[in-house]
């Protein structure tokens, strides 16, 4: 069977234009263009070093009457 000589790609590239039309082509060339880029500035951004976030203080929160997850304990030391 081989390859498809030029004259076999030209017919079925003329099948799927008399298939889908030129104007839904476009359509799809603009949003598969447009994944591209987007799939790049995401690779792009996620590589740029981020700066450390410090580490937020933990508070210690007044539970009110409806807060039925928070348990007050003490920590005692082992001797």
């Known amino acids: 069977m081989g390859?498809?000589?030029i004259w076999h790609w030209l017919i079925v590239l003329l099948i799927i234009v008399l298939v889908f039309?030129?104007?839904?082509?476009?359509?799809?060339?603009?949003?598969?263009?447009g994944a591209v880029k987007g799939f790049k500035d995401g690779?792009?951004?996620?590589?740029?070093?981020?700066?450390p976030?410090?580490?937020s203080q933990v508070t210690a929160a007044?539970?009110?009457?409806?807060d039925k997850?928070?348990?007050?304990?003490?920590a005692k030391n082992k001797t």
């Open 3 to 5: 390859s498809f000589s």
């Open 21 to 33: 039309g030129t104007k839904k082509l476009k359509n799809i060339g603009s949003d598969l263009g």
């Open 43 to 51: 690779i792009k951004d996620g590589a740029a070093p981020e700066t």
């Open 53 to 55: 976030v410090p580490p």
């Open 62 to 66: 007044q539970p009110g009457p409806t």
């Open 69 to 74: 997850t928070t348990i007050d304990v003490e």
